[in-house]
T-cell receptor
């Protein structure tokens, strides 16, 4: 089945230790998104790619970076995780041909010690 | 910028009760409206969506929502809930912008169904 895959599902890192979360998709969608979702809150968009064009949200901290080496893969890099970065990180994809519906992966839960 | 309000933070119902979850958005132009559901431990799934046409849209699992443009609302309804409907429900909106859609979520409503 076509889908959005996120690895790992759970990630534990230490305060200040860089961490990378990955997302892959078999949907061949042009657009990929990264969201941060903290407990009992709505998902918050961090940034998205339209093909290779990177779009950063104005309030996304510089500590968060992203890479999209090809259509299928997108990475979220957190350069120096703080305790406040502990959250669920959601990857989503969409394509103009699908009517702007976003398809979400299962998320990676990040714990910062 | 658009915003979404969900006034019910936590709703508790008994099985077979009727459900209505409120959603209001603020944006003066054309919007696309969505309801997503997040079952415990699972990823966000699309329940239903409205882009244009009939303002009453039907989704999966017996859910429906009605777009009332004059009220900027897109309330979610189900005539008879089941225990398996226990989940977090998010209303969301995108402003139609081909290829650059930003999904703005409401804060979510936690629905608990008591058997």
């Amino acid at each position: 089945d076509a889908m959005v895959i996120q690895n790992p599902r759970y990630q534990v890192t230490q305060f200040g230790k860089p961490v990378t979360l990955s997302c892959s998709q078999t949907l061949n969608h042009n657009v990929m998104y990264w969201y941060q979702q903290k407990s009992s809150q709505a998902p918050k968009l961090l940034f998205h790619y339209y093909d290779k064009d990177f779009n950063n949200e104005a309030d996304t901290p510089d500590n968060f970076q992203s890479r999209r080496p090809n259509t299928s893969f997108c990475f979220l890099d957190i350069r120096s995780p703080g305790l406040g970065d502990a959250a669920m990180y959601l990857c989503a994809t969409s394509d103009p041909g699908t009517g702007e519906t976003q398809y979400f992966g299962p998320g990676t839960r990040l714990l910062v010690l | 910028a658009q915003s979404v309000s969900q006034h019910n933070h936590h709703v508790i119902l008994s099985e077979a009760a009727s459900l209505e979850l409120g959603c209001n958005y603020s944006y003066g132009g054309t919007v696309n409206l969505f309801w997503y559901v997040q079952y415990p431990g699972q990823h966000l799934q699309l329940l239903l969506k409205y882009f244009s046409g009939d303002p009453l849209v039907k989704g999966i699992k017996g859910f429906e929502a009605e777009f009332i443009k004059s009220k900027f609302s897109f309330n979610l309804r189900k005539p008879s809930v089941q225990w398996s409907d226990t989940a977090e429900y998010f209303c969301a909106v995108t402003v139609s912008n081909f290829g650059n859609e930003k999904l703005t979520f409401g804060t979510g409503t936690r629905l608990t169904i008591i058997p």
